[in-house]
């Protein structure tokens, strides 16, 4: 596999951080942090329509750019970076990877070319009230009719749930237990008897929400890829979004790196900078270790999802561990570098630090993904 980006990927990632900073800086986050939607729409209709991010890993057959993962993670991490404000994970790396991936073409040819534009937004609706990822976690029901589908249930943790247009929801038959029964449906997210609640979340910068499934009626054509067991589908979708949040998550932790060696070198302790006393140096070269060992582990990650490599769903549980531990572990030295004002408002360090633990657990944390490894690699129970 070759690590190294080529010219066109090169030149994605420094035109994303060139435009993100002039559009997500510290002032443009908290102002959509401060708003219903958590994002401004003017942002995301320049990401969307105007700059065509949202199209990048969507086959040119469904209105998209042609690319795939590796373009996808490179874009990704430099804007976890600029810790940007909007349902873009939640659109492509969610829920555009699950029609993607569970799918059948017309279906594709009906939901991506929205998402491509910009002008849909979607997201997965998988976690429910006990926040597992897995099929085990699975409790809300669906049953056939003579037209197509009732589905029954609540979901939780839904990242941009409350603004989605489209919600790509996972259920299981009733009747079912483990991985047998389940199935992915693409439902419109304003369907009669669909309720939703924005939650209270530490992280601002990341919106949540709660969903409600009170007997929704769906036609035979929403549930995605017919008939077959769908859990193998939900699986491969949630390893593809994994990876795509391990690159946001490594792009965070080198920002928290960034971020703690400019306040150390400024920061005067004893007459001289406080970057220059051992102790800081050597948390600084943990944090560079630990940010080009998640960097490493979702590059790989990415190369095989690209090729279709029978080894990666390892791979991808390896790097959303890693990532997770990265960003946090930054996160929380960078802190500790700054000291008590890490924590105050004025500071961005702090939004890092919420947005570490947020993300850390979104798609099962660390400790989940390594029991995912043991099982994987035929060390355990699969899950």
């Known amino acids: 596999m070759d690590f190294s980006f080529n010219e066109e990927q090169l030149e994605l990632r420094e035109v994303a951080r060139g435009f993100l900073a002039d559009h997500s800086g510290s002032e443009q986050i908290r ?3 401060a708003t219903e939607l958590g994002y401004d729409p003017q942002l995301w209709k320049q990401i969307g329509s105007e700059l065509g991010w949202t199209s990048v890993a969507i086959p040119e057959e469904y209105g998209g750019l042609g690319f795939g993962t ?3 993670v490179a874009l990704l991490e430099i804007m976890g970076e600029s810790l940007v404000c909007s349902p873009f994970f939640a659109s492509v790396g969610l829920a555009a990877n699950a029609i993607l991936v569970a799918g059948n073409e017309e279906q594709k040819q009906a939901l991506l070319p929205g998402i491509a534009e910009g002008d849909t937004r979607a997201t997965l609706a998988f976690s ?4 597992g990822w897995s099929a085990d976690s699975v409790s809300t029901t669906f049953e056939e009719t003579d037209g ?4 029954e249930g ?13 919600l790509v929801v996972v259920a299981r038959q009733k009747g079912t237990s483990g991985q047998e029964g389940i199935a992915l449906f693409a439902v419109p997210a304003t369907s009669p008897k669909i309720s939703r609640q924005r939650l209270p979340t530490m992280d601002s910068t990341s919106r949540q929400a709660e969903i409600r499934f009170e007997g929704v009626e769906l036609s035979s054509d929403a549930r995605l890829g017919g008939d077959s067991n769908g859990w193998e589908e939900v699986a491969r979708a949630l390893d593809v979004a ?11 932790a ?14 005067e302790q004893f007459g001289r900078p406080i970057g220059s006393f051992q102790a800081i140096k050597h948390k ?6 630990q940010v080009e060992s998640a960097r490493s582990a979702v590059y790989y990650a990415a190369c095989a999802a690209a090729e279709e490599n029978e080894e990666f769903p390892v791979v991808a549980s390896v790097a959303q561990a890693t990532a997770s531990d990265a960003f946090f572990g930054c996160a929380g030295d960078a802190i500790q570098i700054f000291g008590g004002v890490g924590f105050t408002w004025e500071y961005d360090i702090q939004l890092y630090f919420k947005r570490a633990r947020s993300s850390a657990v979104l798609l099962g944390d660390a400790s989940y993904h390594r029991e995912l490894v043991a099982q994987r690699i035929g060390l355990g129970s699969p899950a």
């Open 70 to 72: 590796v373009e996808l």
């Open 128 to 131: 429910e009230a006990q926040g």
């Open 254 to 267: 080198q920002r928290c790196l960034d971020l703690a060696v400019e306040y150390a070198k400024e920061r």
């Open 148 to 151: 197509g589908f009732i589905l």
């Open 284 to 289: 600084c070269a943990d944090m560079m270790v």
């Open 31 to 33: 102002a959509g942090m």
């Open 242 to 252: 994994g990876v795509c949040l391990a690159a946001e998550q490594t792009g965070g």
């Open 154 to 166: 609540t979901k939780r943790f839904v990242p941009d749930g409350h603004v989605a247009d489209l």
